[in-house]
């Protein structure tokens, strides 16, 4: 079976230090892969999608950057972590029937 | 641009009673609607989705929804809530060629005894 697996479960950070947020998936091949992040327990915002390795798309401007250095890896990073970079981050992914599954999230806290 | 609207904040039901969870859309083409629940400090788990086929989705949970072509609406029902099933709720809709879920504000449900 498929299982999709986001650590760490809980960061806390200081502003202008860096961050690695990582994704794996497991029991699949060639997923296309998201980084969501949700403000405020609320809205859901589609951060970066990978449809292969290596090949990332961009939603947002922003402080962040997405890498797929293998086909079920899936990294969130920042050179330097601000304030607002704080939220809740989720991974997820779909292979193409519609479904899609979604890791159990990063709480992001920048002090 | 394909969105979905979720026009309650929040909904507060007794257990017991049914409940609904309002959900409208706009897409061109045909919609792909899903549902998902977040529990506090956790990931969304999927509940239901439509696809094609007949307009009464059932899923996971006890949960069901309606979709209506005429109205653009797919919203979410229960017969009996139950206090277990407040949570916060997102309705869904796949757009960018199939690659991209866009997500509705969410509407937290509450069901109290």
């Known amino acids: 079976s498929q299982t999709i697996h986001q650590w760490p479960a809980t960061l806390v950070q200081p502003v202008g230090s860096p961050l690695s947020l990582e994704c794996t998936v497991e029991?699949?091949?060639?997923?296309?892969l998201y980084w969501y992040r949700q403000a405020a327990g609320r809205g859901l915002q589609l951060l970066f999608y990978?449809?292969?390795?290596?090949?990332i798309s961009s939603e947002v401007p922003q402080n962040l950057s997405a890498s797929r250095p293998q086909d079920r890896q899936f990294i969130l990073s920042s050179k330097k972590l601000l304030l607002s970079d704080s939220g809740f981050y989720l991974c997820?992914?779909?292979?193409?029937?519609?479904?899609?599954?979604f890791g159990s999230g990063t709480r992001l806290t920048v002090v | 641009a394909q969105s979905v609207a979720q026009p309650e904040d929040q909904v507060n039901v007794a257990e017991g009673n049914p409940l609904t969870v309002k959900c409208t859309y706009s897409?061109?083409?045909?919609?792909?609607l899903f549902w998902y629940v977040q529990y506090p400090n956790r990931g969304l788990q999927f509940l239901l989705k439509?696809?094609?086929?007949?307009?009464l989705v059932k899923g996971s949970y006890g949960f069901e929804a309606e979709f209506n072509k005429s109205q653009t609406s797919f919203h979410l029902k229960k017969p009996s809530a139950l206090v277990s099933d407040s949570a916060l709720y997102f309705c869904?809709?796949?757009?960018?060629?199939?690659?991209?879920?866009?997500f509705g504000t969410g509407t937290q449900l509450k069901v109290e005894l």
């Open positions: 029991g699949t091949s060639n997923p296309n």
């Open positions: 897409v061109s083409g045909n919609p792909y």
């Open positions: 869904a809709v796949l757009s960018g060629g199939g690659n991209k879920l866009t």
């Open positions: 997820a992914w779909s292979s193409g029937n519609y479904g899609y599954t």
């Open positions: 990978s449809v292969g390795i290596g090949q």
């Open positions: 439509y696809i094609t086929g007949d307009n």
